[in-house]
Nanobody
Framework: QVQLVESGGGLAQPGGSLRLSCVAS????????MGWYRRAPGLQRTAVAI???????NYVDSAKGRFTISRDNAKNTVYLQMNNLKPEDTAVYYC?????????WGQGTQVTVSS
């Protein structure tokens, strides 16, 4: 069973930055894609940023220019650097990993953007 453990969430002021980390229990190079999703209060979970095994990245429009997803295969870790945070970024952020058979989810980390 693949385990994904997120960290790095917390409270940030508008305009501030946070970096989320997701450590996998298996080689992340084996996953065809990894990504970050978020669930804001009262809303469904939605994709924020995806990175494929080949390094291709995709972002939701609201994250473009502010967030950067990256991966360190040697550390089995995927990161989400979030800059210029806005109150509407407040959500629980989840790490996801996809292989040929199924997807896996972490437990989530809370990000709150407030002054």
């Amino acid at each position: 069973q693949v385990q994904l453990v997120e960290s790095g969430g917390g409270l940030a002021q508008p305009g501030g930055s946070l970096r989320l980390s997701c450590v996998a229990s298996e080689r992340i190079a084996s996953f065809r894609a990894m990504g970050w999703y978020r669930r804001a209060p009262g809303l469904q979970r939605t994709a924020v940023a995806i990175i494929t095994s080949g390094g291709t990245t995709n972002y939701v429009d609201s994250a473009k220019g502010r967030f950067t997803i990256s991966r360190d295969n040697a550390k089995n870790t995927v990161y989400l650097q979030m800059n210029n945070l806005k109150p509407e970024d407040t959500a629980v952020y989840y790490c996801n990993a996809e292989n040929e058979l199924r997807g896996y989810w972490g437990q989530g980390t809370q990000v709150t953007v407030s002054s």
